[in-house]
């Protein structure tokens, strides 16, 4: 494995991936949740069937990384739709979700770091990308 020296200055915890000719991008370290099960990336995930339960929980998302993140939806099928960017430091309410529903959290290429199902005993979900 080849390394190399990147100058500038980097917040303690932040990982850096480099991209192309030596362009780095900073990674998120971390996440903080709850009323969410996590899942790797590696496991391609879909919502579940919100037939049985209509419960509406709102789905808060938090930035606290020096990039956007971008929060995809997985639909029925798995397909990701687009749903959110939200900006270094912003904190929203991403969704009025539905119990076992899942979204993924993408570094600001795209490339996925997380993704989270909604708990079925949730009332609020929370998700803070560090």
């Not at 192309?20 to 009323?35: D, H, L, M």
Request: charged share 20%.
């Amino acid at each position: 494995m080849r390394t190399s020296r990147l100058a500038g200055a980097v917040a303690a915890g932040t990982a850096l991936a480099v991209v192309g000719a030596g362009q780095a991008v900073a990674v998120p370290s971390g996440f903080t949740y709850y009323g969410v099960y996590p899942f790797p990336c590696s496991q391609r995930m879909k919502s579940g069937d919100t037939s049985a339960d209509l419960t509406r929980i709102p789905l808060y998302i938090s930035n606290e990384t020096s990039a956007d993140i971008h929060v995809y939806w997985r639909d029925y099928v798995g397909s990701r739709k687009l749903g959110k960017v939200i900006a270094p430091g912003e904190s929203q309410r991403a969704y009025n979700s539905f119990r076992r529903a899942v979204y993924e959290i993408a570094d600001e290429t795209g490339q996925c770091l997380r993704q989270f199902s909604t708990r079925t005993d949730a009332t609020q979900a929370n998700i803070a990308v560090t």
